[in-house]
């Protein structure tokens, strides 16, 4: 089976969430997850990414790509390294999916070497499909779950779902 960029965005933004991580961490994560199988890199770097939470690459890496765009300053370029969690291709798909120049000048199995260049022109990200990752989306889709309000008269009663007053 396979599954479109939205598709995969949303169900890996919910399972972080369902896995511990904030909304903006879990946010970046889906588009990182979504362009990484897209792009036909490994199913378990991210169902790892997930097992580390509430730590791990999924909290720390947005917090280095914050620090990265500010290290551009008024020259708007800048060379940094940036510590990998042991994920470097997990690392790598979250600078891909910054719409402006970013390269990596080296890997290892801890870091990378980054060079950002906000004066390159914007791009946009591929539009593929996600395949041969099913074990990896039955995984997101129970993290997923743990985001629902569980199903009682109480929770229908402060408005979940379609409450008291569902007429279908």
């Known amino acids: 089976m396979s599954w479109s960029r939205a598709e995969v965005l949303a169900l890996a933004t919910k399972a972080a969430r369902g896995a511990g991580a904030p909304a903006a961490q ?3 994560f889906g588009e990182a997850a979504a362009l990484h ?12 990414a997930l097992d580390h939470l509430p730590g791990g690459l999924i909290m720390d890496f947005p917090l280095q790509l914050q620090s990265l765009l500010l290290s551009a300053g008024e020259t708007r370029t800048c060379t940094v390294e940036m510590a990998t969690a042991g994920l470097p291709t997990l690392a790598q798909s979250y600078l891909d999916t910054l719409p402006h120049g970013c390269r990596v000048n080296a890997m290892s199995e801890t870091s990378l070497g980054v060079t950002l260049d906000l004066t390159a ?3 946009s990200l591929p539009l593929v499909r996600a395949a041969e990752c099913d074990g990896l989306m039955a995984r997101m889709t129970e993290l997923a779950a743990r985001t629902f309000v569980p199903e009682s008269d109480a929770s229908r009663r402060a408005g979940a779902g379609a409450g008291l007053t569902d007429n279908d």
């Open 26 to 28: 879990a946010a970046l």
């Open 37 to 48: 199988l897209g792009q036909g890199r490994a199913a378990a770097d991210l169902a790892q």
């Open 121 to 123: 022109p914007a791009r």
